[in-house]
Every structure is written in C-alpha cells, then in structure tokens.
C-alpha cells in the first residue's frame, strides 16, 4: 500500500511539474507574443507618422479608369484645385458627388479616369482620385510631373476647412516619406499654371500653409 502511494505520489509530482512547464512557457510565449505585438505596433506607428486615411476608389464606387499612365519619377510639383461645386456634407453626400465628377470627366470630358490624383472633402476626409504615380488630367500641359490635388468645394468665398487643409498636408508628407512627392516640391494653385479661377480666391490665399511638409 505504502508503495503504491509512493507510486501516486510520485505520478502526482510529474503532473504538477508538467503543469509548471506548460504554464511557465504558455506564460513566456504570451509575455514575448504581447512584446512582439507592442513593437509591431511601435513600428507601425512610426512608419505611418504622416498617415492620412485615404477612402479608396473601390469603396466610393469608382469606375475602372480607361487606361493608366504612370508617372516617371516622383511628382515635382503640386497643383491645388477646387471642384467648383457645392460643398458636400459627409462621406455619403461627398462619394456620389466623386462619381458624378468622374462621370463628367470620362464622359463630357473625355479624360481616361477623373481628373485629380485626391480629392478632399470639408470634414478633412481624402479621397483616392488616380492615387499615387499616376499621371493626371487637371492642368493642361502640367499634368507629367505633378500630382493634382482638388478641394470639394467652391473656395471663391468660402474659407477652406482647418480639417481639409490638416488633411493635405498629411497627404503631402506621407508622398515624400512614400517617395511620391519630391521632397522640394513645389506647389502652386491651378491659377498659376493656366487661365482659370481655379482654386478659388479664399483657397488660393491659404496655399503658403500647404508648402513645404514640416
Ligand atoms: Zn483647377
């Protein structure tokens, strides 16, 4: 009997320290896993210092461009348009306003895709017109080395939006850190390059906060 309980004494002794070994690795393996996901994180962070969050063509229901021509090199200068339309309120109002800008450009203007390279709205969102590296149709004869950029909205008398100018800067800081954007790009209102309005006397006059990205 006395052996017996020896034997279970002992069998007793394995389990437990079994479950030692599997809670301290469990244990070890949960603390290095949390670690990795903080640093991960860190990273993360780091690298999306300048993050803009950019609703994509597929979620404001884009139609596909007809073709797409790349651009050579990162963009050298950035051209700041209006779309000369009334403000849209909220990413509903302001995703069909993009589809029925797309529309005008591919149909009634015959361009390959809508004209700009983003689009920002009045509550800061950003929107993906041709995206990054890609050659844009927005101002005649400047659209090879230069990425387009258009505030939804008529900034003859309206004031552009603190949120919508935060906005761009983020997207221009995020190019140059991508590679997109040259980093002494130079920037300049549609006006500069061509005899339009474009974009707008109120917008126009608050360019010099958008140059340079620090
Ligand atoms: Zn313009």
Not at 9 to 15: D, E, K, P
Not at 66 to 85: C, D, F, N, W, Y
Request: aromatic share 10%.
């Amino acid at each position: 009997m006395a052996q017996k309980g020896m034997a279970t004494n002992s069998f007793t002794l394995q389990i437990l320290h079994l479950e030692i070994f599997v809670i301290t690795t469990a244990n070890y393996i949960f603390t290095y896993g949390i670690s990795q996901l903080l640093c991960f994180e860190y990273a993360f962070d780091r690298s999306n210092r300048f993050s803009v969050t950019i609703v994509s063509r597929q979620q404001w229901g884009a139609a596909a461009p007809k073709k797409r021509e790349t651009l050579k090199g990162s963009a050298q200068r950035v051209v700041i348009h209006h779309t000369a339309l009334p403000r849209c309120k909220g990413q509903k109002e302001c995703m069909d306003c993009l589809v029925s800008i797309q529309r005008g450009h591919m149909k009634d203007r015959g361009f390959d895709d809508i004209g700009y390279n983003f689009l920002v709205g009045g509550d800061g969102a950003m929107y993906e017109g041709r995206g990054w590296g890609v050659v844009g149709a927005h101002a005649k004869g400047n659209n090879h080395d230069s990425l387009g950029i258009a505030f939804m909205g008529n900034f003859k008398n309206d004031t552009p939006s603190t949120e919508a100018m935060s906005s761009v800067k983020k997207l221009l800081q995020s190019g140059v850190s991508q590679g997109f954007l040259n980093p002494k790009f130079a920037l300049f209102g549609h006006r500069d390059l061509g005899d339009t309005e474009c974009p707008g006397g109120k917008l126009y006059a608050a360019l010099p906060q958008l140059r340079g990205t620090t």
